[in-house]
Nanobody, 112 residues
Framework: QVQLVESGGGLVQPGGSLRLSCVGS????????MYWYRQAPGKEREWVAYISTFPGTTNYADSVKGRFTISRDNAKKTVYLQMNSLKPEDTAVYYCNRQGYWGQGTQVTVSS
């Protein structure tokens, strides 16, 4: 069965960086577009970033453009989200997604 397992969240100060990882299994990772979403307390889940299959075209929500970078390593069946210049408003549970399947999420808290 499809499984997505996120990791890498934590507490970071404003302006700091984190790298999230999501390992996929139970499907052909290399031929799957992958997404990152997030859900802040009291808010709806929102799309953050997208990466296609080869050649790995990317797209970002305006709120993270220029600060976040999505990438993938097909050999490791892993998609990453590098988050720089973090802001308190980036605080949320971050989820990996592939065609309707979700991971369990990883908490990111940006606070001084």
């Amino acid at each position: 069965q499809v499984q997505l397992v996120e990791s890498g969240g934590g507490l970071v100060q404003p302006g700091g960086s984190l790298r999230l990882s999501c390992v996929g299994s139970g499907f052909t990772f290399s031929t799957s577009a992958m997404y990152w979403y997030r859900q802040a307390p009291g808010k709806e889940r929102e799309w953050v970033a997208y990466i296609s299959t080869f050649p790995g075209t990317t797209n970002y929500a305006d709120s993270v453009k220029g600060r976040f970078t999505i990438s993938r390593d097909n050999a490791k069946k892993t998609v990453y989200l590098q988050m720089n210049s973090l802001k308190p408003e980036d605080t949320a549970v971050y989820y990996c997604n592939r065609q309707g399947y979700w991971g369990q999420g990883t908490q990111v808290t940006v606070s001084s």
